[in-house]
């Protein structure tokens, strides 16, 4: 599950973090697996750039002058669905959950381990180019219920109750995986295997937060849901519901 994609020499990373020496060596490692790299010093030339150029993923810092990774990121959602993996430090374990309610895909931790780093990039790519950059996972039914939860893959989009939803690439993938396997209980490992397409350490927390956020949008009672369900100690299901 470690395949580079085939097309990573086509492919741009935006490298955003005003610690020029780190910015440096990252893009030292995404150049020498074929990758086209453009850095940013701050949020705020991340999104000019990212307005002006056709990224396909990007790597964002949390601490930065003028505007920092989380209210970039808050921006560059409201016009990009890029992959976003953010680099934070152990401190801010704040802002690194903010920044995955926000539409961050994944984080890395400082200091990252090269090999880690790449692996989670050659993820994100694989993921978001095997979909044409519009989200989903393989390729399956078009039309999914489950309750008053309608899944139409054909455009990506989720009803609840007959009102449109609005997810982010994630929430949705992790959504049709569970839709799509109904009753069957996932560990968070397992669902990142599937909707990241790939086996890496210490997932757990990035899966709970996509998960919970999830739950707040699609759940009326979060704190007592009545779809996403969880078996302490074995994992997450979507429980079978009546269709509508």
């Not at 996932?186 to 086996?199: A, H, L, S």
Request: some cysteine; aromatic content about 6%.
């Amino acid at each position: 599950m470690n395949q580079q994609p085939n097309m990573n020499k086509t492919m741009t990373v935006l490298v955003c973090d005003d610690e020029k020496d780190i910015a440096h060596a990252i893009e030292i490692f995404l150049r020498s697996e074929g990758y086209n790299v453009i850095t940013a010093g701050n949020g705020k030339e991340a999104i000019e750039i990212l307005k002006d150029k056709e990224i396909h993923l990007v790597l964002l810092d949390i601490m930065m002058p003028v505007m920092d990774g989380v209210a970039a990121l808050a921006k560059i959602r409201e016009f990009s669905n890029v992959p976003v993996i953010m680099l934070t430090a152990k401190s801010e374990d704040t802002d690194k959950i903010l920044g995955l309610n926000l539409g961050a895909d994944d984080y890395v931790t400082k200091p990252f381990n090269p090999v880690e780093l790449m692996a989670r990039v050659r993820s994100g790519l694989r993921r978001y180019m095997q979909l044409g950059g519009n989200g989903g996972i393989t390729a399956g039914s078009s039309e999914l219920v489950c309750g008053g939860i309608k899944l139409l893959d054909d455009s990506k989009e989720v009803y609840l109750d007959g009102d449109l939803m609005k997810l982010t690439r994630t929430e949705y993938d992790i959504l049709k995986f569970l839709m799509k396997n109904q009753g069957k209980v996932y560990t968070p490992k397992e669902i990142y295997r599937e909707v990241w397409q790939d086996d890496m350490m210490g997932t757990e927390s990035i899966v709970a937060v996509h998960i919970r956020h999830l739950r707040e949008k699609i759940e009326i009672d979060p704190s007592a849901p009545r779809y996403i369900k969880m078996i302490w100690g074995r994992g997450y299901y979507l429980e079978k519901q009546s269709s509508k």
